[in-house]
């Protein structure tokens, strides 16, 4: 009942699982990952069990299709299962039990698995699969997002849309580096919960994603004296030393913390900036 994508990134360093089904919270069920280490995603009948025992067997570095293996001969239920597993290296490994409603199957490739049970047809994987290997100037997470909306848009699970999730695992790569929980985002019950879920990627981006140093400005000169007045123009109070501390705290209150860097400023702080004071000309630059 459900259709999923277990991936990891080319230099190893990501792990993800993206799922969307006509079933409530299938986020909540599904993915499991650990940094550096694997991702697997279960379906059909769930076996929560194999998330744990999953990930445990990938530590010691048991391979992909040696992990399926393991897990599904231990398991009285294995004919009524899906599952989908990646690891640190090789190719992915499936599996889809005979009792699974069809259409179910997956594919495999290096680095990642896709499965399907109760679909439309074999394009929804084929779909899910392709846009993955297409995909590969894209960030990591909105990549796996992309493979889910070709599975949706080629059908998908044949009784409807409920829910979609995104795990996405990246050593120190959680908030303020404090876990490796870099996205975890569900959609549980909506109408179109693909596309919801690509919204709060879109949200969830511009709020948490490190800002790439080779964009970052100097906050100074024209670009700081604009960045005080629009603080101003907010209400905050700006020191005659320069905007920095006002800077950081309004971008506090706008969770925005993750973006700032001493003495320079995010251009996306500063567009997001732009667009929430009030109209302030910009600093007219020196002839």
């Not at 059909?44 to 393991?70: E, I, K, S």
């Amino acid at each position: 009942m459900t259709f999923s994508l277990v991936a990891r990134s080319a230099d190893g360093r990501l792990h993800g699982v993206v799922v969307a089904s006509k079933f409530l919270a299938a986020g909540a069920l599904v993915p499991a990952a650990e940094a550096e280490i694997g991702a697997l995603a279960t379906q059909a009948h769930v076996n929560l069990a194999y998330r744990p025992q999953g990930l445990a067997l990938l530590r010691t570095g048991v391979a992909a299709a040696d992990v399926v293996a393991g897990l599904v001969a231990a398991d009285g239920d294995r004919a009524h299962r899906q599952l989908g597993v990646v690891g640190a290296t090789g190719p992915g490994a499936t599996w889809t039990g005979p009792a699974c409603h069809p259409w179910a199957g997956g594919r495999v490739g290096d680095g990642w698995a896709a499965q399907g049970n109760i679909l439309a047809g074999p394009e929804v994987v084929d779909a899910l699969a392709d846009a993955w290997l297409a995909g590969s100037a894209l960030p990591f997470a909105e990549r796996l997002v992309a493979a889910l909306r070709a599975g949706d848009e080629a059908g998908g699970d044949r009784r409807g849309r409920q829910s979609a999730g995104l795990l996405v695992v990246e050593r120190g790569g959680g908030y303020a580096g404090t876990s490796d929980v870099l996205v975890d985002l569900r959609v549980d019950d909506h109408p179109d919960p693909v596309a919801e879920l690509e919204r709060l990627l879109a949200v969830h981006t511009l709020l948490f994603s490190r800002p790439d140093p080779a964009t970052l400005l100097d906050l100074s000169g024209a670009v700081a004296d604009e960045v005080a007045a629009l603080l101003a123009a907010l209400g905050h109070q700006v020191a005659a030393d320069g905007p920095e501390e006002a800077l950081f705290s309004w971008a506090a209150l706008e969770n925005l913390e993750e973006r700032l860097v001493p003495g320079r400023i995010d251009p996306v702080v500063l567009t997001h900036l732009r667009s929430v004071a009030p109209h302030v000309p910009a600093p007219r630059q020196a002839s």
